[in-house]
């Protein structure tokens, strides 16, 4: 009996010998797998004779009853492809290969039903199979960001993944999707985490999203348009807890039941086309960080809850939060409400009063008070509100030639001074309620109140928002102007409408003559008084032969010194489509200036540029000034387009990261610009001079803060409102730093405004050699991929500690950007050639890594190749974020502290734009079964 005890147990000894035996067919793929590898000495794997599955096992390779279950190879720098039949890996569950080099064609995973974990993610994949999801029915996470997956044409999302309806984390971040969202991921019912950042999606959020347990939504900064339309269904989604939809084109307003994501920790909303109030749901929310900043908000600013708020660049009637609108505001932001909150409006109705600033279509009385509203032909869409009964001054309404509906407001009988409602041309019901003696009711043109009119046409696709209302002249002329009739027009003949409207043009056109006169002399009279500056700025279609380059004028304080040097006409044009700046505030008398500068002395020279020399000063309040100064003699037409640009760019951008323009000065030959004073001069001296200059170097923090702080300033240039800024002669020597070496943009003499940030702009060669783009330097046509390119060097310059062009280099070296692209990939080669002023120690390898693969996408030769400057914010955060903990990191990095304010004039840093949280997703837990070595798989 014991023999056969014992004969038994050596018989399941030898069965379970045998069942750890590697499958034959698992051993040949892992075979294939390290020899289509460049370096697979990495892996450590024994020769082909041992058992990968052991006993011992291969390092990175699980196994269970001699099948391979796990491949965990992250982060080893491995370079190669996939075999193609790696597929047959059918028991394969989890797999690992993410941050490393893999490349070519990504082999279909089709068939791997019992795959739960693949992170693929940042590697060098350049295609993916269309059956690649198929079969994938028990997969958890996918992670397959930073692949240039199809990067010609892109690829789509195909719907056999709508079978993996066991996903929790979907991850495919800057890997080039195409096409709208597909909505069988709002069916997943446990699906956690959806991020589908820096693509080409277009399109809305599903409708199946409604009601879905997704905690976080990542649809940041897709590229060609973005996503749109409203973002409604979000508020329907109770568990998000982090929400990104930041650098696309969502319209419409925010959700008033927003308030019940009572979960919800971070949302982003920057860079879209969002309108209307703030709904108090969500200033009510306790989120840990909330970004609005350029959309087109209107009313108060609310009191926030929220730890972290930023809502710069929209139309708030005030900055300060918490306070009110002024009644007649309110009353037209209501009004607006109704319409749908149009954009041609919104961006011109600024400001906390009707009667002064730029709100189109507004005229008002000598009281300060609203008297006419003319907003005709603009294609408003939407009701007539009853809120306009709160104008009690008004008088006149004309709304004619638009497409608005609903029912005439009996509210607006009230209005005791109203003696003209124009409602021609549109589409509204009856009835149309009756209004006193004297008031001329138009309402022609609308089919169900005027049965002689054509049947009723909706509305055409909507004009460009930037199309400025076409009525502002029309809106002077009639201001004062009324109608001597008391007969209501409501289905009067046509013939007798038409007399009385020619009567009143007729009666307004010869009052407006008369107001025009007075006007003008009374002008005059205040410009003898007090020079007044201001700068006129033409769009691109207006200018003959412009090459969308945008005519700059500065007006009236300008003018005499332009007549003395014959270089620009001293009348400038101005219509509906020309935008009038006034910078009276900006002007600083030259003795001031002298004064400041100690007379120009030689000893305050801080440096010397093309435009001239500069110089450091002190104004009478201790206000410490940097001035650029022409050189004598007569001012140059390129000297003098620099002046006007730079001060017009200033005059419309404020940044913490953009050096502040002060003021300006003309006289005689000299042309002075005024600019706060940076006491650590420019990066160029701490990178190239350092030792000449007995300064020190600057650490590896100090430097990826100091890209940062550009990355952030240059991406507000790029995406200002519905503006794009292109500065064009971006480089280490116009990047000034602050006495905490934080880092502001300057230099703005060649800043182009372009069309919009994808179509590019011809234009004269300007900037230097080392920092242009190749497509620029070649064909002269620019985009913001222009300043992405000479951001690029940048880095590479903080990297290396060389100058972008150097003619003392060696030829291969000359070229810092050419001469980077033959190492970068060679992680050795990239060490070496590191500034040894760094002393850099192996502790923030990892992070040079990062910024010089950040650098090589910044200067790809192909524009499309480059990322857009949001883009190298995430990147650069994230490697601020991990120093936040130490006390001397934070001083330098962290971007709540804004520095020593006495450094600018108050009333001109009233709109200083402070950049937002640009921060990534991070914080996952491990998968079920993975050891905690394989956490940061997780953390995306």
Same mark, same amino acid.
């Given at each position: 009996?014991?023999?056969?005890?014992?004969?038994?147990?050596?018989?399941?000894?030898?069965?379970?010998?045998?069942?750890?035996?590697?499958?034959?067919?698992?051993?040949?793929?892992?075979?294939?797998?390290?020899?289509?590898?460049?370096?697979?000495?990495?892996?450590?794997?024994?020769?082909?004779?041992?058992?990968?599955?052991?006993?011992?096992?291969?390092?990175?390779?699980?196994?269970?009853?001699?099948?391979?279950?796990?491949?965990?190879?992250?982060?080893?720098?491995?370079?190669?492809?996939?075999?193609?039949?790696?597929?047959?890996?059918?028991?394969?569950?989890?797999?690992?290969?993410?941050?490393?080099?893999?490349?070519?064609?990504?082999?279909?995973?089709?068939?791997?039903?019992?795959?739960?974990?693949?992170?693929?993610?940042?590697?060098?994949?350049?295609?993916?199979?269309?059956?690649?999801?198929?079969?994938?029915?028990?997969?958890?996470?996918?992670?397959?960001?930073?692949?240039?997956?199809?990067?010609?044409?892109?690829?789509?999302?195909?719907?056999?993944?709508?079978?993996?309806?066991?996903?929790?984390?979907?991850?495919?971040?800057?890997?080039?999707?195409?096409?709208?969202?597909?909505?069988?991921?709002?069916?997943?019912?446990?699906?956690?985490?959806?991020?589908?950042?820096?693509?080409?999606?277009?399109?809305?959020?599903?409708?199946?999203?409604?009601?879905?347990?997704?905690?976080?939504?990542?649809?940041?900064?897709?590229?060609?348009?973005?996503?749109?339309?409203?973002?409604?269904?979000?508020?329907?989604?109770?568990?998000?807890?982090?929400?990104?939809?930041?650098?696309?084109?969502?319209?419409?307003?925010?959700?008033?039941?927003?308030?019940?994501?009572?979960?919800?920790?971070?949302?982003?909303?920057?860079?879209?086309?969002?309108?209307?109030?703030?709904?108090?749901?969500?200033?009510?929310?306790?989120?840990?960080?909330?970004?609005?900043?350029?959309?087109?908000?209107?009313?108060?600013?609310?009191?926030?809850?929220?730890?972290?708020?930023?809502?710069?660049?929209?139309?708030?009637?005030?900055?300060?939060?918490?306070?009110?609108?002024?009644?007649?505001?309110?009353?037209?932001?209501?009004?607006?409400?109704?319409?749908?909150?149009?954009? *041609?409006?919104?961006?011109?109705?600024?400001?906390?009063?009707?009667?002064?600033?730029?709100?189109?279509?507004?005229?008002?009385?000598?009281?300060?008070?609203?008297?006419?509203?003319?907003?005709?032909?603009?294609?408003?869409?939407?009701?007539?509100?009853?809120?306009?009964?709160?104008?009690?001054?008004?008088?006149?309404?004309?709304?004619?030639?638009?497409?608005?509906?609903?029912?005439?407001?009996?509210?607006?009988?009230?209005?005791?001074?109203?003696?003209?409602?124009?409602?021609?041309?549109?589409?509204?019901?009856?009835?149309?309620?009756?209004?006193?003696?004297?008031?001329?009711?138009?309402?022609?043109?609308?089919?169900?109140?005027?049965?002689?009119?054509?049947?009723?046409?909706?509305?055409?696709?909507?004009?460009?928002?930037?199309?400025?209302?076409?009525?502002?002249?029309?809106?002077?002329?009639?201001?004062?102007?009324?109608?001597?009739?008391?007969?209501?027009?409501?289905?009067?003949?046509?013939?007798?409408?038409?007399?009385?409207?020619?009567?009143?043009?007729?009666?307004?056109?010869?009052?407006?003559?008369?107001?025009?006169?007075?006007?003008?002399?009374?002008?005059?009279?205040?410009?003898?008084?007090?020079?007044?500056?201001?700068?006129?700025?033409?769009?691109? *279609?207006?200018?003959?032969?412009?090459?969308?380059?945008?005519?700059?004028?500065?007006?009236?304080?300008?003018?005499?010194?332009?007549?003395?040097?014959?270089?620009?006409?001293?009348?400038?044009?101005?219509?509906?489509?020309?935008?009038?700046?006034?910078?009276?505030?900006?002007?600083?008398?030259?003795?001031?200036?002298?004064?400041?500068?100690?007379?120009?002395?030689?000893?305050?020279?801080?440096?010397?540029?093309?435009?001239?020399?500069?110089?450091?000063?002190?104004?009478?309040?201790?206000?410490?000034?940097?001035?650029?100064?022409?050189?004598?003699?007569?001012?140059?037409?390129?000297?003098?387009?620099?002046?006007?640009?730079?001060?017009?760019?200033?005059?419309?951008?404020?940044?913490?990261?953009?050096?502040?323009?002060?003021?300006?000065?003309?006289?005689?030959?000299?042309?002075?610009?005024?600019?706060?004073?940076?006491?650590?001069?420019?990066?160029?001296?701490?990178?190239?001079?350092?030792?000449?200059?007995?300064?020190?170097?600057?650490?590896?923090?100090?430097?990826?803060?100091?890209?940062?702080?550009?990355?952030?300033?240059?991406?507000?240039?790029?995406?200002?409102?519905?503006?794009?800024?292109?500065?064009?002669?971006?480089?280490?020597?116009?990047?000034?730093?602050?006495?905490?070496?934080?880092?502001?943009?300057?230099?703005?003499?060649?800043?182009?405004?372009?069309?919009?940030?994808?179509?590019?702009?011809?234009?004269?060669?300007?900037?230097?050699?080392?920092?242009?783009?190749?497509?620029?330097?070649?064909?002269?046509?620019?985009?913001?991929?222009?300043?992405?390119?000479?951001?690029?060097?940048?880095?590479?310059?903080?990297?290396?500690?060389?100058?972008?062009?150097?003619?003392?280099?060696?030829?291969?070296?000359?070229?810092?950007?050419?001469?980077?692209?033959?190492?970068?990939?060679?992680?050795?080669?990239?060490?070496?050639?590191?500034?040894?002023?760094?002393?850099?120690?192996?502790?923030?390898?990892?992070?040079?890594?990062?910024?010089?693969?950040?650098?090589?996408?910044?200067?790809?030769?192909?524009?499309?190749?480059?990322?857009?400057?949001?883009?190298?914010?995430?990147?650069?955060?994230?490697?601020?974020?991990?120093?936040?903990?130490?006390?001397?990191?934070?001083?330098?990095?962290?971007?709540?502290?804004?520095?020593?304010?006495?450094?600018?004039?108050?009333?001109?840093?009233?709109?200083?734009?402070?950049?937002?949280?640009?921060?990534?997703?991070?914080?996952?837990?491990?998968?079920?079964?993975?050891?905690?070595?394989?956490?940061?798989?997780?953390?995306?």
């Amino acid at each position: 009996m014991k023999l056969t005890h014992i004969f038994a147990v050596l018989l399941i000894y030898l069965a379970q010998g045998a069942i750890g035996t590697t499958d034959p067919n698992d051993f040949r793929i892992l075979t294939d797998f390290r020899n289509g590898l460049e370096n697979p000495d990495l892996l450590k794997w024994p020769g082909s004779g041992d058992d990968p599955c052991g006993p011992p096992a291969w390092p990175h390779v699980f196994c269970s009853n001699g099948r391979v279950t796990q491949i965990q190879v992250q982060g080893v720098g491995l370079k190669g492809p996939l075999p193609h039949n790696f597929n047959q890996l059918d028991k394969l569950q989890n797999l690992g290969l993410q941050r490393n080099h893999f490349n070519g064609d990504l082999p279909s995973f089709s068939g791997l039903s019992n795959l739960q974990y693949a992170y693929l993610d940042y590697n060098d994949f350049d295609t993916i199979p269309s059956d690649f999801f198929n079969g994938l029915r028990n997969v958890r996470v996918l992670a397959l960001d930073d692949n240039p997956f199809n990067k010609t044409y892109g690829w789509s999302i195909p719907s056999d993944l709508a079978e993996s309806t066991q996903l929790v984390n979907f991850s495919c971040s800057n890997c080039n999707i195409v096409g709208e969202i597909p909505d069988f991921f709002g069916g997943f019912r446990s699906l956690n985490m959806l991020r589908l950042s820096s693509n080409k999606l277009s399109g809305e959020i599903p409708s199946s999203f409604r009601g879905s347990t997704l905690h976080v939504l990542l649809l940041n900064d897709q590229e060609g348009g973005g996503l749109s339309g409203s973002i409604d269904i979000i508020a329907t989604m109770l568990e998000l807890t982090q929400v990104w939809l930041h650098g696309n084109q969502f319209t419409g307003s925010i959700p008033g039941n927003i308030g019940s994501l009572t979960s919800l920790k971070e949302l982003n909303l920057n860079r879209n086309r969002l309108v209307g109030l703030i709904p108090k749901g969500l200033s009510d929310l306790n989120l840990e960080s909330l970004n609005l900043d350029n959309n087109m908000f209107m009313g108060p600013v609310p009191q926030f809850k929220s730890a972290k708020v930023s809502y710069d660049s929209n139309s708030f009637c005030e900055s300060n939060p918490g306070g009110q609108c002024a009644p007649q505001v309110s009353a037209l932001l209501d009004f607006l409400h109704d319409l749908n909150y149009p954009e *041609k409006l919104i961006s011109r109705w600024t400001g906390n009063d009707p009667c002064e600033g730029p709100w189109w279509g507004i005229s008002c009385n000598s009281k300060n008070e609203v008297s006419i509203i003319n907003l005709k032909n603009l294609g408003l869409e939407g009701t007539l509100s009853p809120s306009l009964a709160d104008l009690p001054s008004l008088l006149e309404i004309h709304l004619e030639g638009n497409y608005l509906h609903g029912v005439v407001p009996t509210d607006l009988t009230l209005l005791t001074s109203l003696r003209l409602l124009n409602l021609s041309g549109n589409n509204f019901d009856p009835p149309v309620p009756v209004f006193k003696n004297g008031v001329t009711v138009v309402v022609s043109g609308n089919p169900k109140l005027d049965p002689s009119s054509p049947p009723y046409v909706g509305p055409p696709v909507r004009p460009s928002p930037n199309e400025p209302p076409s009525n502002g002249a029309d809106s002077s002329a009639r201001k004062g102007s009324g109608s001597n009739s008391h007969t209501n027009v409501y289905n009067e003949p046509k013939s007798r409408v038409v007399a009385i409207i020619l009567s009143a043009v007729a009666v307004s056109a010869f009052l407006a003559v008369v107001l025009i006169v007075v006007y003008c002399l009374k002008k005059r009279k205040q410009t003898q008084k007090k020079p007044r500056g201001g700068i006129v700025i033409t769009p691109p *279609k207006e200018l003959p032969n412009s090459h969308n380059e945008v005519k700059i004028e500065i007006i009236d304080a300008l003018s005499s010194f332009e007549a003395q040097n014959n270089s620009y006409n001293t009348n400038p044009t101005t219509n509906n489509n020309t935008r009038v700046i006034e910078v009276e505030n900006l002007v600083f008398s030259i003795d001031v200036i002298r004064k400041a500068t100690n007379d120009f002395r030689k000893e305050n020279e801080i440096g010397r540029g093309g435009f001239g020399v500069v110089y450091k000063g002190e104004l009478e309040n201790g206000t410490k000034i940097a001035v650029k100064r022409t050189e004598a003699g007569p001012v140059c037409n390129k000297a003098s387009n620099e002046f006007r640009t730079e001060i017009s760019v200033l005059s419309e951008v404020r940044h913490r990261h953009l050096v502040s323009l002060l003021g300006y000065s003309v006289g005689g030959n000299e042309m002075l610009l005024v600019y706060e004073y940076m006491s650590q001069g420019a990066l160029s001296r701490h990178l190239f001079h350092w030792r000449r200059l007995n300064l020190e170097p600057l650490d590896w923090e100090k430097r990826v803060c100091i890209a940062l702080d550009v990355a952030r300033g240059v991406e507000y240039l790029h995406n200002l409102g519905h503006q794009t800024f292109i500065h064009r002669d971006l480089k280490s020597a116009n990047i000034l730093l602050d006495d905490d070496f934080r880092a502001k943009v300057s230099d703005f003499g060649l800043v182009k405004l372009a069309l919009d940030s994808e179509r590019s702009v011809a234009t004269r060669l300007a900037g230097t050699f080392g920092y242009l783009s190749p497509e620029y330097a070649v064909t002269g046509k620019i985009t913001t991929k222009v300043d992405v390119f000479s951001f690029g060097v940048v880095l590479l310059e903080l990297l290396t500690g060389l100058a972008a062009l150097d003619e003392r280099r060696s030829e291969e070296k000359r070229y810092l950007a050419e001469w980077f692209w033959g190492i970068k990939s060679n992680r050795g080669a990239l060490i070496d050639s590191v500034d040894p002023a760094l002393d850099a120690k192996e502790d923030v390898h990892e992070s040079i890594y990062v910024v010089a693969e950040l650098a090589g996408h910044c200067t790809a030769r192909d524009p499309s190749n480059r990322p857009d400057m949001g883009h190298a914010v995430n990147v650069l955060t994230r490697l601020v974020e991990k120093w936040k903990p130490y006390e001397e990191t934070e001083r330098f990095c962290d971007d709540d502290v804004i520095g020593d304010t006495s450094l600018g004039l108050p009333q001109l840093l009233k709109g200083w734009q402070e950049e937002g949280d640009t921060r990534d997703f991070s914080g996952a837990s491990k998968p079920p079964g993975m050891p905690d070595s394989f956490r940061s798989a997780d953390a995306r």
